[in-house]
Nanobody
Framework: QVQLEESGGGLVQAGGSLRLSCTAS????????MGWFRQAPGSERELVAR????????DVADSVKGRFAISRGTAENTVFLQMNSLKPEDTAVYYC????WGLGREFWGQGTQVTVSS
C-alpha cells in the first residue's frame, strides 16, 4: 500500500498564493505518477497537475497553466503544488494522487480544502 500525507491549503483572497505538499510512504518503489486532483462541489474530480516519476515529465491542466506549478521536493517521494494568482473558481478539495504500476492501482490522500474568496 501507499500512504499519502498532505499539508497546506486553507483560505486565501483572490490573487493570493498557497502551497500544497504531499509525501508518499509505503510501497513507493514503483510510482508511475504523483500529483494533484481537485473536486469542487457538484463537479467531477479533475486533474490539476502531475509528475511522471521516472521521466520528470509534467501534465498541467489548461485552467491552471501559468498560475500553478508542480515540483518534486528534495525529500524523497514529496511533491509540491505552488498555486499563485488564485481565483474563486480554484476553490475545491485538493487530493494528492499516486499511481503505482507495480500494484496496478492508484492511491488518494484524504484531501485538503482550498477556499479562495473574492
Amino acid at each position: 500500500q501507499v500512504q499519502l500525507e498532505e499539508s497546506g491549503g486553507g483560505l486565501v483572497q483572490a490573487g493570493g498564493s498557497l502551497r500544497l505538499s504531499c509525501t508518499a510512504s509505503g510501497r513507493t518503489s514503483s510510482m508511475h505518477t504523483m500529483g494533484w486532483f481537485r473536486q469542487a462541489p457538484g463537479s467531477e474530480r479533475e486533474l490539476v497537475a502531475r509528475i511522471y516519476w521516472s521521466s520528470g515529465s509534467i501534465d498541467v491542466a489548461d485552467s491552471v497553466k501559468g498560475r500553478f506549478a508542480i515540483s518534486r521536493g528534495t525529500a524523497e517521494n514529496t511533491v509540491f503544488l505552488q498555486m499563485n494568482s488564485l481565483k474563486p473558481e480554484d476553490t475545491a478539495v485538493y487530493y494528492c494522487n499516486v499511481y503505482n504500476w507495480g500494484l496496478g492501482r492508484e492511491f488518494w490522500g484524504q484531501g485538503t480544502q482550498v477556499t479562495v474568496s473574492s
